[in-house]
């Protein structure tokens, strides 16, 4: 792996044509779909059933579920992985559970396969509560081939958790732990072609596994949806950014908040990205792929990146060896399960971790800094530019190379993610 990197620029190719593997998908899910008729459709349309015409629904039992794919399948999907970026790449299938107000339950989880044209596209009721007032939560982790053949998930329980803090924010109903276990496994589990097989990816590759919960029923005003969808996508994802690890070139972002104490800034709300679409496109117009939010109150302690936590590092030796890993505390950072990893990996090297108010000050006493999240695990930054001043970081800064430290953690985590080292703190979860 290589950690000198010349290109800071964001990646954006997307992959074409269609997956072989889909008429293999379409043949097994013919064995379990319904697929009604047109008359049909409008008498379910008429009942308030929707159903996509493009889209077939199954409700298929875990046990038959496994049967139907094995550890043979893994990766075997027709795609180039080692071209593989951040995007979306449709696979066989979602699945969903559906809430409502008039039985205050969760319906069983379901499979919902792409239809024959392929359109990953779901009916959605025109007053939506997550359409008109961004009633949406949302999480990311991911699964890996690992060495031994096996497929794990990375600490999805965390996720578990944060989802359902997500959803008492925004008045929505709990997605029971096990209930998101179930989805999350069997959404892997029936997609696992298209999991990035073991070492073909490049140092990035994943099943990008993304759940999410939103107000699907209708209301006009303002209150809570008497109806909820959780649903959980999957899509194979190579890295983040095109560099890799290689070190980025931050923006503060001065003209705009990230969050608000007492907002909703420290959950997985979708109108927290939204809000950073503005200002990390007009980062990324100037040149900075990465941008970095201070607190709203003050404008003087250091939150987080737009996608990501701030992590600095200060050395308490000459090379790194030793070390204080040093995260932002405040009411409106985002808790990372990434980030809470590499404190924990941080602390089992028997190194202090201070997760505390973090000044503007300090920045530029860092011996490194890095953003951190599921998506990117570990982006190095090596200047952080505000306004017109540059704030270096570290004494390689410009110089394109990854400090020690951040190496070390990335290395650590993708070992323990793919199975090539021991997983002491039971962070994985075997799917297959
Ligand atoms: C993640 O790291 O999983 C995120 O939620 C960031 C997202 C914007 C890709």
Redesign the pocket.
Known sequence: MGFVAPAHSIRSGRLSGRPQKRLTDQRVSRRWSFLPSAPQRLRALADGNWRSSTTTTTTVPSRSSSAVKSAADVGTAALAWERLA?DFVPTSCYVKSVWRADTNSWSPVEEVHYGPHGEPVMPVHIASTALHYGQSV?E?LKAFACADRHVRLFRPRENAARLERSARRLNMPVVPPELFMEAVQRCVLRNCEYVPPYGAAGAGGSLYVRPLLFGSGGRIGLGPADEYTFLVLVTPVGN?YRGGLAPVTAYITTEYDRAAPRGVGHV?VAGN?AADLKPSMEAKARGYPINLYLDAREQRYVEEFG??NFAGIRYLDERGDRYVYVTPWSESVLAGITNRTLMELTQLEGMAVEHRPVTLDELGHFDEVFAT????VITAVDQVVRGERVIPIGRTTGSGHVGPVAQRLYRQVRAIQTGEAPDPAHWTHLVI
């Open positions: 951040f949302f990311g983040y997985k990205y996608t990501s999240g599921t998506a990117v």
